[in-house]
T-cell receptor, first 115, second 110 residues
Framework: EPEVTQTPSHQVTQMGQEVILRCVPISNHLYFYWYRQILGQKVEFLVSFYNNEISEKSEIFDDQFSVERPDGSNFTLKIRSTKLEDSAMYFCATREGTGAGSPAFFGQGTRLTVV | GDSVTQMEGPVTLSEEAFLTINCTYT??????LFWYVQYPGEGLQLLLK?????DKGSNKGFEATYRKETTSFHLEKGSVQVSDSAVYFC?????????FGAGTRLTVKP
């Protein structure tokens, strides 16, 4: 069964450093998302991406965050200058995009720890 | 904007008990509705979905019916098992976005 793959599974970084989280979407999917989850709690929407541009972003997704799909396969989330409060699980999700009924498929997540 | 409200947890049940997790939504259009499940240390997995009013989604003994008149999509299971212990998320989506409820932690005791 096709799956969404995220790397790394765990990243530890020092405050102020840049991190890049990577996601390989399911091959025929067109919509891509990043979510974060702090301490196993609420799943918070960060950003949605379609046709090589951001379609919507949340208040959390400030200037420190960026997304891109540089090579047509990997979908990346970059945090330019990490803060302690960025520590969370980050999930990539993708959808085929054939209407609202198209479910999102999630990767296993990247646990980001900022020290 | 569109949003989802779930009953607060945690919920603790004995094996073979009946489960209901309430979910209500607010939406301007006609979203699709989903339930996702998250087992410890894992990502979210699709459990079931419904794409229009009165649709019933079902999977692994779980059911939920899309009720437009009450804007609800409550999750039910007639007899829970220890293996059902997880966090359950209600979600709604339009074409572009998917929004999740806060999640309800279910613990099933033998």
């Amino acid at each position: 069964e096709p799956e969404v793959t995220q790397t790394p599974s765990h990243q530890v970084t020092q405050m102020g450093q840049e991190v890049i989280l990577r996601c390989v979407p399911i091959s025929n999917h067109l919509y891509f998302y990043w979510y974060r989850q702090i301490l196993g709690q609420k799943v918070e929407f960060l950003v949605s991406f379609y046709n090589n541009e951001i379609s919507e972003k949340s208040e959390i997704f400030d200037d420190q965050f960026s997304v891109e799909r540089p090579d047509g396969s990997n979908f990346t989330l970059k945090i330019r200058s990490t803060k302690l409060e960025d520590s969370a699980m980050y999930f990539c999700a993708t959808r085929e995009g054939t209407g609202a009924g198209s479910p999102a498929f999630f990767g296993q997540g990247t646990r980001l720890t900022v020290v | 904007g569109d949003s989802v409200t779930q009953m607060e947890g945690p919920v603790t049940l004995s094996e073979e008990a009946f489960l209901t997790i309430n979910c209500t939504y607010t939406a301007t259009g006609y979203p699709s509705l989903f339930w996702y499940v998250q087992y410890p240390g894992e990502g979210l997995q699709l459990l079931l979905k419904a794409t229009k009013a009165d649709d019933k989604g079902s999977n692994k003994g779980f059911e939920a019916t899309y009720r437009k008149e009450t804007t609800s999509f409550h999750l039910e299971k007639g007899s829970v098992q220890v293996s059902d212990s997880a966090v359950y998320f209600c979600a709604l989506s339009d074409l572009n976005d998917m929004r999740f409820g806060a999640g309800t932690r279910l613990t099933v005791k033998p």
